[in-house]
């Protein structure tokens, strides 16, 4: 029983796949098909259930990845401490796909704290594959599996128009906003997603005349009045310069969390360090 065969069996298990271990490791998927075969023998018992084109985790397997668990945990832990070097110069990679706006104020003021580090900061709303990056921020709703995770913040999603439109200062329902135009972000983003789902409910699609992947823009087009949008709370009150008003859509209370992926095994040094300012700051804006 070796260590490399343990950790293809525990990352298949945390993504049901062998392929996607092999494409982690970087070797053939019938290596590591083969590796947790062998495992299987040497322990006597099966650990996963197979099909034509899928794994599953049975019993076996569910106490074995719980004893490994605690033993992985251990190693990190070990490894993380032999690692942590205050001279860490590893580049940051972010893959940053919601809360765009406050992640770029949060690493301006890290580094302003910490000048030597080096920050990869991906904007990608329809990027899926985390392996290139260190912390991915992203709604809890979507799933990275091998990844820890905590809360940064839960935002309220509104619905704004320009500072005196006249939709503003009126109890309204979103059925009444049903011949209005619309901005919104990216068809991948949460935000929109959020935005057709209630919509949706209601009876109509949006009239969304304009569709723009960065959030300054986005509300700046909300400012001119040309058309209303959904947004979160915390967009708004960094840009506080811009004349928008969130209106009162009575049957429109949205809200989504956002949440920091990051993976033990990158988590040390200059990596760990900023994912304690994180959620450090992550408590703040909670609070």
């Known amino acids: 029983m070796e260590l490399l065969q343990l950790r293809y069996f525990f990352e298949s298990a945390n993504t049901e796949s062998f392929a996607k271990t092999a494409e982690k490791y970087m070797v053939p998927s019938s290596s590591v098909s083969a590796s947790v075969k062998r495992l299987e023998a040497e322990l006597g018992c099966r650990l996963f259930d197979r099909t034509s084109n899928r794994i599953v985790l049975n019993e076996n397997g569910k106490r074995m990845m719980e004893s490994l668990k605690i033993i992985f945990d251990e190693l990190d832990r070990m490894s993380g401490g032999l690692t942590e070097q205050t001279d860490d110069t590893r580049e940051i990679r972010i893959l940053v796909k919601a809360l765009r706006t406050a992640v770029t104020e949060l690493v301006i003021r890290y580094k302003g704290e910490h000048l030597g ?31 820890e995770r905590f809360e940064l913040y839960r935002q309220r999603i509104w619905i704004y128009a320009a500072e005196g439109s006249p939709l503003c200062g009126h109890r309204l329902t979103l059925k009444q906003l049903a011949d209005q135009p619309f901005a919104a972000m990216s068809q991948y983003g949460n935000q929109y997603k959020i935005l057709m789902k209630a919509c949706q409910r209601e009876g109509f699609k949006p ?81």
């Open 117 to 147: 580090t080096k920050f990869k900061l991906i904007s990608e709303f329809n990027e899926m594959n985390g392996e290139n990056y260190d912390i991915i921020i992203d709604t809890e709703s979507d799933s990275y599996p091998g990844y």
């Open 207 to 287: 009239n969304i005349v304009a569709q723009i992947n960065d959030t300054g823009c986005f509300l700046k087009f909300i400012e001119s009045g040309v058309a209303i949008g959904a947004g979160g709370e915390l967009s708004i009150q960094i840009k506080n310069n811009l004349r928008v008003e969130p209106l009162n859509v009575t049957d429109f209370r949205e809200y989504q969390t956002v949440c920091v992926y990051y993976k033990k095994e990158s988590a040390y040094g200059n990596v760990k360090r900023f994912i304690d300012f994180l959620c450090a700051r992550g408590g703040m804006l909670r609070g």
